[in-house]
């Protein structure tokens, strides 16, 4: 494995930009250079851009589960609903034709 060049994370204007090094294996490397390039980006943007999708992702995961927990009384889930839920799918589905 080969050690990376650090990568900068900002916390604020005045603080010195710390850095930190992280080792990944020579293959791993190869994607992130590759990808990086692929999009015009240097592969401390490409990590930055990353991050910040994985952080949107997971607000958008915990924004959807408070959405369901919110979205009313809850359902008692047994083997029952999924037979008439399917059913149900199967009557929709001959009339539509689409069997």
Not at 2 to 16: D, G, I, K, N
Request: hydrophobic letters at 35%; one cysteine or more.
């Amino acid at each position: 494995m080969r050690q990376f060049a650090p990568a900068c994370f900002r916390f604020t204007e005045t603080q010195p930009t710390p850095r930190i090094r992280i080792t990944i294996p020579p293959e791993l490397e190869t994607r992130l250079r590759a990808q990086a390039q692929m999009e015009g980006l240097s592969v401390e943007a490409y990590i930055e851009r990353l991050v910040s999708a994985d952080e949107r992702a997971e607000e958008e995961l915990t924004s959807a589960a408070l959405e369901g927990i919110n979205s009313g009384e809850p359902l008692e889930v047994g083997a029952g609903y999924w037979e008439e839920k399917h059913r149900r799918l199967d009557e929709q589905l001959k009339k539509t034709g689409s069997q």
